[in-house]
């Protein structure tokens, strides 16, 4: 069975542009949770979502925005891209809010 | 606000030894501990979890303690081999907070041949 993909696996953007990552979660699990991790930390929460609500979210600015569609996939925005939003953007799946959650391998964005 | 930290950023041991990586966490309403393995390129991977109201769990080659009156949380490798070295994070969470995890900082094993 596939695991949690995401797309695009690397992505480069100057400051100021907008950005939107894609997540498919694990066939059958209904839940997305969204987390940055800046290099050489641990991954920091900034969404979840569970059959299309938002369930939560983490300390992050309003450019930060995602959705889930009816097939439980889901995107992540950002808008007015800063340097310091450089950074692996990890997606998580789990069938319901409070279960185990699986990762993706992310998407590493750079923004010069 | 409350997060979860860890004492030693990189941790070496032998092929064969057994490795103890440690995490501190400082909210007492967190219910349930995870760890995660990660290596390069790759997300986090489940390994094991506990929830508060037990002390001691035991996976294939691997036991978490917890130690709710100092808040600390312990992962316990044995006989570690060379696939086991990455970062590893602990993670909290409590029930109010649905899938909303709180990281560590991470600890890097290195298991030397």
């Known amino acids: 069975d596939a695991g949690v993909t995401q797309s695009p696996t690397h992505l480069i953007k100057t400051r100021g542009q907008h950005v939107t990552l894609r997540c498919s979660p694990i066939?059958?699990?209904?839940?997305v949770s969204w987390y940055q991790q800046v290099l050489g930390q641990g991954p920091q929460f900034i969404f979840q979502y569970y059959e299309k609500e938002e369930r939560g979210r983490g300390n992050f600015p309003d450019r930060f925005s995602a959705r889930q569609f009816p097939n439980y996939s889901s995107e992540l925005n950002v808008n007015a891209l800063l340097l310091g939003d450089s950074a692996l953007y990890l997606c998580?799946?789990?069938?319901?809010?409070?279960?185990?959650?699986?990762f993706g391998p992310g998407t590493r964005l750079t923004v010069l | 606000g409350e997060s979860v930290g860890l004492h030693l950023p990189t941790l070496s041991v032998q092929e064969g030894d057994n490795s103890i990586i440690n995490c501190a966490y400082s909210n007492s309403a967190s219910d349930y501990f995870i760890w995660y393995k990660q290596e390069s390129g790759k997300g986090p991977q489940f390994i094991i979890d506990?929830?508060?109201?037990?002390d001691k769990r035991q996976g294939q080659r691997v036991t978490v303690l917890l130690n709710k009156t100092v808040k600390h949380l312990s992962l316990q490798i044995a006989a570690t081999q060379p696939g086991d070295s990455a970062v590893y994070f602990c993670a909290e969470n409590y029930n109010n907070a649905g899938n909303m995890l709180t990281f560590g900082g991470g600890t890097r094993l290195m298991v030397k041949p």
């Open positions: 066939s059958g699990h209904k839940s």
């Open positions: 506990i929830r508060s109201n037990m």
């Open positions: 998580a799946s789990s069938y319901r809010v409070s279960n185990e959650q699986f």
